[in-house]
């Protein structure tokens, strides 16, 4: 038997497993810990949860657990820049679902070797989706944990019932689920929505936290364009309005608040090997004028990006990012407060436009005539036959980098990253080892070029930061027994920071113990003594500081 086809029907097996823990509904039984969300921080705070010894269900709207781990991200943010080194941040859980990784992959003595030594070897941090999800498939069966698939909140009808400011059930698509302690483990923090928690989408100004690198941003050097690019549609008569991609607006005050939200895009798992290679598909609508800027930048010299391997066995993880690329700056404005059908259509579009400019830089003539290299590059790939298969090998979704943050009491900011005059933090529960990193929000024109706004990365005065407790909670008037540990209390810069899926994992570790805390004790989320639930981390391996 082939390797792809052993690793299908282990996947099979695993999911038919799971399947028939989600079969049932949950309203006849209240669970010590309501997690909602199956991404990095969700199964992970089920986990730890049950290792606990609470009760815990686990809902996920979509069909699959694992989040964007399962879903094409395998060229995991570890150790993969030269600048730093950020593994010995991982700890705790996340250490172990990276070992369990590398059993997968049966390179343990190297990766433990590796970690023991502290040598930076990115990758042994890397896999492919498939086998992702077999891991916390399985990982997942060895505790008893109630697993819920397909149950996202009700539309249409109250989602959550409140009493006394404590979360009693959530109303979800395989029924009512009654709790203690739920974790909202969404990237859309749609719980916290559901039951009226404060929170913003977009960029705050600059003068909100005294920062300096939120809001409109005057000058954007990172990933802007490299050429010169005539955004009309019309060359030269602006009166022609903009071709598609360009938003036909001005840049705006800088340091300003807006809606505006980071690209996203699909994180594609593409494949050069001829045995498990499929055609790079060509959607139903296709639009070749959609992809007019490629060509201009083309025409102007511009370099278009190519695949090339990352992950095992021949695969990448094929991110957006570059000047020009399939993230879809300005495209995602409504997706994190959109409903189900609002949401649907904007997924639909980011894949229709990517397949279709992966099918256009692989098979269009004009393209072949300006850069045929880059063209022949572009038809040795496809999509892995082993990948999505529920899906004809496309991710079911995308890389949502950024959508609700919650506003609490406590909030985390750039000047927690500074690292000349850091904000101290006396409760961390994980640490954040990666810079401040928020992508372009939008491409307009600018001196009569395209012009791409937004981007922050890198540089030399930002430094690893504690995660403190307090940013995962929310005022205490508005709910009691309620953690959000994947849209916590935090500006857009520093969001930035924590927006990593180890760093994720952590945080739904912590989650899940300051939950359990929370069941023991009686008390509210915010009571949670931190002596108890600093001690409990350090004793689970989980990194609270780096020295």
Not at 105 to 116: E, K, L, N, P, T
Not at 205 to 228: D, L, M, S
Not at 239 to 267: K, M, N, W
Request: aromatic letters at 10%.
């Amino acid at each position: 038997m082939k390797r792809h086809q052993l690793g299908t029907l282990l996947l099979s097996l695993a999911m038919g497993l799971l399947g028939a823990i989600a079969g049932g509904c949950t309203q006849e039984r209240e669970y010590d810990i309501v997690i909602y969300g199956g991404g990095s921080s969700g199964f992970i705070a089920a986990i730890q949860g049950a290792k606990l010894g609470k009760s815990v269900v686990l809902v996920e709207p979509g069909n699959h657990l694992g989040g964007i781990n399962v879903e094409g991200l395998g060229g995991t943010d570890i150790d993969n820049h030269h600048e730093f080194q950020n593994s010995p941040a991982v700890g705790g859980l996340a250490l172990e679902f990276y070992r369990r990784i590398a059993d997968a992959y049966g390179i343990r003595d190297s990766f433990d070797r590796a970690v023991q030594q502290k040598l930076k070897n990115p990758r042994m941090w890397r896999f492919e989706p498939h086998v992702a999800e077999q891991v916390i498939n399985d990982w997942v069966r060895e505790l008893p944990i109630t697993v819920l698939l397909e149950a996202p909140l009700v539309e249409g009808e109250t989602p959550a019932i409140m009493e006394n400011g404590t979360i009693r059930s959530i109303r979800t698509e395989k029924g009512v689920i009654n709790g203690k302690v739920f974790i909202d483990a969404t990237l859309e923090g749609d719980v916290l929505a559901a039951v009226g928690v404060s929170t913003v989408i977009g960029r705050e100004a600059n003068a909100e936290y005294e920062e300096t690198k939120n809001g409109i941003r005057e000058h954007t050097t990172h990933c802007q364009f490299a050429v010169k690019v005539d955004p009309y549609r019309e060359p030269g008569r602006p009166e022609s309005g903009t071709i598609h991609g360009v938003l036909d607006e001005s840049l705006g005050t800088p340091g300003t608040a807006d809606h505006r939200l980071q690209a996203y895009c699909f994180r594609v798992c593409l494949t050069d090997s001829a045995e498990n290679r499929l055609p790079l598909p060509k959607p139903e609508n296709y639009d070749r004028s959609h992809y007019e800027l490629f060509i201009r930048y083309l025409k102007a010299g511009g370099q278009i990006y190519r695949p090339r391997v990352g992950l095992p066995n021949r695969k990448t993880d094929f991110n957006g990012g570059s000047d020009v690329s399939h993230n879809l700056n300005g495209m995602n404005y409504g997706y994190p407060a959109g409903d189900r059908n609002q949401r649907q259509q904007i997924l639909a579009y980011h894949r229709d436009f990517t397949q279709g400019l992966f099918y256009f830089l692989a098979n269009d003539t004009e393209v072949g005539q300006l850069d045929p290299d880059l063209q022949k590059a572009w038809s040795n790939w496809g999509l892995p036959k082993d990948e999505f298969q529920d899906n004809g090998g496309w991710p079911r979704i995308f890389y949502v980098r950024d959508a609700r943050r919650m506003v609490s009491d406590y909030v985390i900011t750039e000047h927690h990253a500074d690292k000349l005059n850091p904000t101290p933090v006396a409760d961390p529960v994980a640490v954040a080892f990666w810079p401040p990193d928020v992508h372009n929000v939008r491409t307009i024109v600018k001196d009569g070029y395209a012009y791409n706004e937004g981007f922050v990365f890198g540089g030399d005065w930002w430094q690893p930061f504690g995660i403190s407790y307090r940013a995962l909670v929310p005022r205490r008037s508005e709910c009691t027994n309620l953690i959000a540990p994947t849209c916590p209390s935090s500006s857009h810069i520093a969001y930035g920071a924590i927006r990593i899926e180890f760093t994720f994992m952590a945080l739904g570790q912590a989650a899940a113990t300051a939950a359990a805390l929370t069941v023991d004790r009686r008390c509210a989320v915010q009571d949670v003594p931190y002596d108890q639930l600093g001690k409990s981390l350090i004793e689970q391996g989980q990194v609270l500081r780096i020295q």
